[in-house]
């Protein structure tokens, strides 16, 4: 299957994202659960078990004091991404489409590649998790030094409160998405015509 070169995710979308995950980090739980229940019936519509799961997996993550955003984000579906995206006015121009897809075909729910902006930002909040914030790394894009340990720990909070307060974090962003070179590509539209080969 031939993968298509994708344009970058502006620079404004990405802060945006970590913005919007931070202050879902700092509610409390029921407020979070409120603002979960706002995405959900773009996703689930009225299916109740599928309501209940995707509540319990967001209670798991959010009963730690640490609010593990990028573990709850990194274990959604794709297409839950995408809706949670459009819920904080971060828009694809595939994203109708996939959706659509995606929940008319089980085979691309779980193995279609999802559109530009929502995989690229899949791929970032993944570096946030895999990742500490090293020297090494900052010296290369010239960036101040963390002197807190905890603060260097590899999460999506620590990496986005970090980027937040950047001056330019564009072309730090832009490496941390491109570190693993499928982030470079696009998924390929035939298959929401053709289905699997």
């Given at each position: 299957?031939?993968?298509?070169?994708i344009?970058?995710?502006?620079?404004?979308?990405?802060?945006?994202?970590?913005?919007?995950y931070?202050?879902?980090?700092?509610?409390?739980?029921?407020d979070?659960?409120?603002?979960?229940?706002?995405?959900?019936?773009?996703?689930l519509?009225?299916?109740?078990?599928?309501?209940?799961?995707?509540?319990?997996?967001?209670?798991?993550h959010?009963?730690?004091?640490?609010?593990?955003?990028?573990?709850f984000?990194?274990?959604?579906?794709?297409?839950?991404?995408v809706?949670?995206?459009n819920?904080w006015?971060?828009?694809?121009?595939?994203d109708?489409?996939?959706?659509?897809?995606?929940?008319?075909?089980?085979?691309v729910?779980?193995?279609?590649?999802?559109?530009?902006?929502?995989?690229?930002?899949?791929?970032?909040?993944?570096?946030?998790?895999?990742?500490?914030?090293?020297?090494?790394?900052?010296?290369?894009?010239?960036?101040p030094p963390?002197?807190?340990?905890?603060?260097?720990?590899?999460?999506?909070?620590?990496?986005?409160?970090?980027?937040?307060?950047?001056?330019?974090?564009?072309?730090?962003?832009?490496?941390l998405?491109?570190?693993?070179?499928?982030?470079?590509?696009?998924?390929?539209?035939?298959?929401?015509?053709?289905g699997?080969?």
């Amino acid at each position: 299957m031939m993968k298509l070169p994708i344009t970058p995710i502006p620079v404004e979308d990405i802060i945006l994202f970590i913005e919007s995950y931070r202050n879902l980090e700092k509610m409390p739980l029921e407020d979070g659960f409120a603002h979960l229940r706002a995405i959900t019936p773009s996703i689930l519509g009225e299916n109740e078990e599928d309501l209940k799961e995707l509540r319990q997996h967001f209670r798991n993550h959010w009963y730690s004091k640490n609010r593990a955003f990028g573990q709850f984000y990194l274990n959604l579906s794709h297409y839950r991404q995408v809706y949670l995206l459009n819920h904080w006015n971060i828009f694809d121009w595939q994203d109708e489409e996939y959706t659509g897809t995606c929940l008319r075909n089980p085979f691309v729910r779980v193995a279609g590649r999802p559109p530009a902006k929502a995989f690229q930002l899949h791929q970032l909040v993944k570096f946030f998790e895999n990742h500490g914030i090293s020297q090494d790394l900052l010296d290369q894009f010239s960036l101040p030094p963390i002197d807190d340990f905890d603060k260097r720990f590899g999460n999506a909070t620590n990496w986005g409160d970090y980027v937040l307060t950047l001056t330019d974090p564009e072309p730090l962003l832009r490496y941390l998405i491109e570190y693993e070179r499928e982030a470079g590509y696009d998924f390929d539209p035939s298959i929401l015509q053709n289905g699997p080969e």
